[in-house]
């Protein structure tokens, strides 16, 4: 378990990639194994139970605190960004090892909260989509605006690039009645947004996009 041991403080340290981390996490289950065996023992989480309008919590349950249950609520749960999923796993685990190891010295990398927080700002909200996330699209165009340029410059710059990526105009914009869940052309490039409507007394919106290699439309559907 020493070589698990290394590749979770590599990951913290900021040596292993996020995206590297969660698919090795996800192939190997002794890191899942490794990491559950330092939950300090009879640690419990609590599951709520909310009524159909999500207003009222009508039960809690206290459950065993299972580390693989944790990350998959992380990456399961909706409404959430990935970078933001990525921050959120990083932290649990960051401060997990933490406390079961107070005697060691880790210098935690600041790389995927720093990333997080560039995005909230400088990323539309409407293109903040887990297939563009995944892509990479935004982590190359991070790269090609140099970290010395002024906070609010380096933000501008990206904002106008990536709209002119993906061929926004002006206020022509999908509204999302749900996350975004702009689409990649099947070549894994940008597409353009076309127009939205409303079908089933409202209940459905349909959003539809442009592949500009082979003009095909692509159909986003999202209901209330």
Request: proline fraction near 5%; glycine fraction near 4%.
């Amino acid at each position: 378990m020493e070589d698990v041991r290394q590749f979770v403080l590599a990951y913290i340290e900021g040596r292993v990639g996020s995206k590297q981390f969660l698919k090795e996490l996800y192939d190997k289950p002794e890191i899942f194994e490794w990491l559950q065996s330092i939950v300090p023992k009879g640690k419990t989480r609590t599951l709520y139970k909310f009524d159909q309008c999500y207003s009222k919590i009508i039960e809690k349950t206290e459950v065993p605190y299972l580390i693989h249950d944790v990350i998959d609520e992380i990456w399961q749960s909706p409404g959430h960004s990935f970078s933001g999923r990525e921050l959120n796993t990083f932290s649990l685990i960051a401060n997990l090892v933490s406390e079961a190891f107070p005697d060691i010295v880790l210098h935690k990398s600041t790389a995927i909260e720093d990333k997080f927080n560039f995005l909230l700002d400088a990323c539309p909200e409407y293109l903040d989509s887990e297939a563009i996330e995944n892509s990479g699209i935004f982590e190359e165009l991070m790269k090609q605006l140099p970290e010395s340029m002024p906070k609010t410059k380096r933000i501008k710059e990206f904002r106008k690039r990536i709209k002119d990526m993906f061929y926004v105009e002006g206020q022509k914009y999908p509204r999302w009645i749900q996350g975004s869940e702009w689409p990649l052309s099947k070549a894994g490039k940008p597409t353009k947004f076309l127009r939205q409507k409303s079908v089933h007394n409202g209940e459905v919106c349909c959003y539809y996009f442009l592949d500009m290699d082979t003009k095909e439309e692509i159909e986003v559907m999202q209901a209330y």
